[in-house]
């Protein structure tokens, strides 16, 4: 289903009163329909501030949360960005509205093809997604602008930080528990990496390797 103006309008001012400012962000996550990436039992609560779960045992973010990592990863139009953690495509689909290109992988193969069809329904020409194990990134596509990493890893991992441009910036939740989680910004600057908290989180765990298909 399709959001109807005053649903719109409800979930553009919970995204506010969360602190998602910046009126890009905000522009993108308005044309961009929650709706299209949530199905079955969940649909009806697609524009409520909630985490959903979808396929494959994964989430799709709460929209709050999607809209501030975004808003932190500062993007620009010519921007080419990595994102790791496809799920069901929708920060992705945000991220396209934004940047010039957006790459985006994902362990299981499942939802990879369904955030395909997705993106084609809805006419998202620059996204390239891929099955992939995304904490060694796309090495093949660096340097990237930015990168998003929708999965809480211990620290951030090595090979997307050496995929980072200088001058980038990646975003991602670290932790080494389920419960204790803190989203991070890094910039990485010509003498090395500057590391800034942002906001506590919660997110499912990098996995290294491809999902087992059922």
Do not use: W
């Not at 993007?75 to 396209?96: M, N, T």
């Not at 890893?153 to 980072?164: F, K, R, S, T």
């Amino acid at each position: 289903m399709s959001a109807d103006a005053e649903t719109k309008m409800r979930f553009l001012y919970a995204l506010r009163s969360k602190g998602v400012t910046d009126a890009r962000v905000l522009n993108a996550m308005e044309e961009i329909d929650r709706g299209a990436f949530v199905k079955g039992l969940f649909a009806e609560r697609a524009y409520e501030d909630m985490p959903l779960p979808i396929t494959c045992g994964q989430t799709i973010s709460q929209p709050s949360v999607v809209g501030l990592m975004t808003q932190a990863l500062e993007i620009s139009p010519r921007d080419k960005v990595l994102e790791v953690g496809c799920g069901s495509g929708y920060q992705a689909a945000i991220l396209s509205r934004l940047a010039r290109r957006v790459y985006t992988v994902d362990r299981h193969r499942r939802l990879v093809a369904e955030a395909r069809a997705a993106f084609d329904a809805l006419s998202l020409s620059n996204i390239t997604a891929f099955t992939a194990d995304g904490s060694h990134g796309l090495a093949d596509q660096a340097p990237f602008d930015r990168i998003l990493v929708t999965a809480a890893a211990e620290d951030p991992p090595g090979p997307l930080l050496a995929q980072l441009r200088i001058g980038g910036i990646m975003v991602l939740p670290v932790g080494q528990s389920d419960a204790v989680q803190t989203l991070i910004r890094v910039r990485r600057l010509d003498s090395g990496f500057d590391y800034e908290e942002l906001r506590p989180v919660r997110f499912v765990p990098l996995l290294e390797g491809l999902g087992k298909e059922t």
